[in-house]
């Protein structure tokens, strides 16, 4: 199952730089959402399935799942959405301004 989500991970991160480098505003955006997802993905990979009882003190000596991994990528999945929310917002409102979203556009150089 690792090695997939691996796979995964790769896919997602060559794609995200594909959008990443891209001339267009909103697919920049796009792209770094998908590297923000591709980044828990493999957090979640690195962290490994773990079975276990809940790791509370006066249990068992049992195995215990660690609720580190999930919490990293909660945070993650809020800091990534109000960072995709911001960023949206910068692109309306230079779209608004402007009237494009193509970044030579916007710097002053003309299509060639």
């Not at 301004?97 to 556009?105: H, I, N, R």
């Amino acid at each position: 199952m690792e090695q997939l989500m691996m796979v995964l991970i790769g896919i997602l991160v060559s794609v995200a730089t594909y959008l990443i480098l891209s001339r267009n505003m909103i697919r920049v955006i796009i792209g770094t959402a998908v590297l923000s997802h591709a980044v828990n993905l493999l957090i979640m990979a690195v962290g490994g399935l773990k079975k276990g009882n809940v790791p509370l003190i006066g249990h068992e000596e049992e195995p215990f799942t660690d609720a580190l991994p999930q919490a990293l990528i909660l945070t993650a999945i809020v800091i990534s959405f109000a960072t995709t929310a911001l960023l949206l917002v910068l692109a309306y409102r230079t779209y608004k301004t402007s009237g494009s979203d193509d970044f030579k556009e916007l710097r002053g150089m003309p299509d060639e």
